[in-house]
């Protein structure tokens, strides 16, 4: 069996941060077994998501979605585990939280596509690209090498 783990760029996005939801989402992705290995609250420049969303730019609702975006603080994240671009985006649910299921992050927490909480990598390129767009390399934390002086075992 081919080593599938890998890791994916989850944020949480202004509503999901405005309404208290970092937690609980945190909560789902740990309960599944992702490990977290960088997490920061920032409040993201029009410039910054102009390139997180350049894929994007010539559809009629981006500058709505930077503008968006850029109104509150968000929270990015990297998460690593066996599957996790794929397996964090079936728990994320579909864009428009109207065709999520119950049990997803979108189907139990929003109603409004515009308002939909949360961005995950659509695949293991774009998480590459998306995290080394939001963290540096020392802002991500390497396990293996962390473990090895842990002060309580």
């Not at 999901?16 to 960088?38: H, N, P, S, T, Y």
């Not at 730019?57 to 109104?71: D, I, N, Q, T």
């Not at 994240?77 to 999520?100: A, C, F, H, I, Y």
């Not at 774009?126 to 002086?149: C, Q």
Request: aromatic share 10%.
């Amino acid at each position: 069996m081919a080593d599938t783990k890998e890791r994916t760029f989850i944020m949480i996005k202004p509503d999901g941060v405005q309404r208290g939801l970092i937690g609980k989402i945190i909560q789902r992705f740990e309960d599944k077994g992702f490990k977290l290995l960088a997490m920061k609250m920032v409040w993201p420049t029009e410039s910054l998501l102009k390139e997180h969303y350049a894929d994007l730019a010539s559809k009629p609702f981006f500058s709505g979605l930077v503008k968006y975006m850029s109104s509150g603080p968000v929270v990015p994240m990297v998460w690593e585990g066996l599957d996790v671009v794929k397996t964090g985006r079936v728990m994320l649910g579909e864009t428009n939280p109207k065709d999520s299921a119950p049990g997803t992050i979108r189907g139990d927490y929003c109603i409004q596509v515009g308002r939909n909480i949360i961005h995950g990598s659509d695949s293991v390129e774009s998480a590459k690209k998306e995290i080394k767009l939001w963290f540096g390399e020392k802002e991500v934390i390497d396990w293996a090498r962390a473990t090895d002086n842990w002060i309580y075992e």
